[in-house]
């Protein structure tokens, strides 16, 4: 049983670019959750999904980010016209019920 | 203030020593994680509580739900050790986690 895959490991991108982080959970987990790092500080929540659906985005900043779990595929984490400030490291993590299982994490650089 | 602290932020030790990193929290929690990441590494579970007491190998991750307060413990620490140790916790049954900023920790030889 695999662990959570994420990719890329690492993602460049210029200013104004379009990021895309992919997320595939634990086989059998459903419930899916995006995190980001920044440089020098904790982790901090962005968004909580389940297939189809997002159940909590309260930690999302309010433009330019958007997340998606569809039925089939991974999770996407999709950052529109990045900016420098966009730079962490993201990380996914997938539960079936109560423990989450944390990804390698993809770390973003926007030159 | 933030609802998870941890303390130390910083913890320097010899191989060998016995190791506490401590964490308070202000909200009710649902469970309690302790996490390790290695540097520009990926996040490992190490324990997941709720109450009580567990162990694994030389890693130890007690709760007192009363006191909002949990503690990991490493005994005969070892270079291999060293990491950043994150406390974090959960609200709700299948709710986001809410991290505290990590105590990073360095083990000598």
Known sequence: NAGVMQNPRHLVRRRGQEARLRCSPMKGHSHVYWYRQLPEEGLKFMVYLQKENIIDESGMPKERFSAEFPKEGPSILRIQQVVRGDSAAYFCASSSADEQYFGPGTRLTVT | ?109
């Open chain 2, 1 to 109: 203030k933030n609802e998870v602290e941890q303390s130390p932020q910083n913890l320097t030790a010899q191989e060998g020593e016995f190791i506490t990193i401590n964490c308070s929290y202000s909200v009710g929690i649902s469970a309690l994680h302790w996490l390790q990441q290695h540097p520009g590494g990926g996040i490992v579970s190490l324990f997941m509580l709720s109450s009580g007491k567990k162990k694994h190998g030389r890693l130890i991750a007690t709760i007192n739900i009363q006191e909002k307060h949990s503690s990991l413990h490493i005994t005969a620490s070892h270079p291999r050790d060293s990491a950043v140790y994150i406390c974090a916790v959960r609200i709700g049954s299948q709710g986001n986690l809410i991290f505290g900023k990590g105590t990073k920790l360095s083990v000598k030889p």
